[in-house]
């Protein structure tokens, strides 16, 4: 089981213990398939993210939850937090989307490219 299969797992326990008591902070408002996050480093305020589930499994996202189990480890209580920059994490999510549209675009006529984001490794420590 990868990094992102356990964090969702945890998640998924701690969201469905916990909807009653959590609804008037936001739960309520993360549409099915995604889930929320916090995204911040240790001298920036935490930001809010709602993310889709599909995250979890992609290599860039991966590296971020790896570096949130090396900072908090996987006994997070309640949202996940990722420990990077907020503007890191948008470029990411931004090369996510990207990657989803030109494979979507692609899939719809049969091309497909490999791309590697292993320039990227290492990048999120600020």
Same mark, same amino acid.
């Given at each position: ?37 916090? !995204? ?12 889709? %589930?599909? &995250?979890? $499994? ?29 503007? !890191? ?12 549209? %030109?494979? &979507?675009? $692609? ?20």
């Amino acid at each position: 089981m990868g990094s992102g299969e356990k964090i969702l797992k945890s998640v998924h326990s701690n969201r469905s213990n916990n909807v009653k008591s959590n609804s008037k902070h936001g739960i309520k408002d993360v549409p099915k398939g995604c889930l929320a996050i916090k !995204v911040g480093s240790k001298e920036e305020e935490k930001q809010r993210f709602v993310v889709p %589930v599909f &995250y979890f $499994n992609h290599p860039l996202f991966m590296q971020l939850l790896r570096e949130a189990e090396e900072e908090y480890g996987f006994e997070q209580k309640g949202t996940i937090t990722i420990p990077c920059h907020v503007e !890191v994490f948008r470029y990411v999510q931004d090369m996510i989307n990207r990657e989803r549209s %030109v494979n &979507y675009h $692609n899939n719809h006529h049969d091309h497909r490219h490999n791309q590697s984001h292993n320039h990227l490794v290492g990048c999120f420590r600020a």
